[in-house]
């Protein structure tokens, strides 16, 4: 059973790293640092719907195309069909986000 952990593990690792995504400072997988920052950045405020145009705007202005956004209170899972590695999710002040260019 214990092989089978370390298995598990080192095929995560090596998706990541294929695909340049790591674990983030808030414990999500993220796969572009400029992406991150740029949420961080657009973060704030009690404003769910505000934090999540800010994030898509910023988002867009910085890396191009569009990008679609989930800004929530709680933490949620999902799964995602992203292009070219451009998805992050982060937590930042309670409050939980998502972006990715579909």
Known sequence: MRSLIVLAALAVTVAFAQDN?????????CCNKELEAS?????G?????????????GAE????GKFETVVALDDFAYKSHFKEGKSCKIEKNGQYALAWQP
Do not use: E, V
């Open 21 to 29: 995504c790591y674990i983030n400072d808030s414990g999500f997988t």
């Open 39 to 43: 949420m961080k950045g657009a973060m």
């Open 45 to 57: 405020g009690g404003d769910l719907l505000g934090s999540a145009d800010a994030i898509q705007k």
């Open 61 to 64: 202005g910085s890396l191009g």
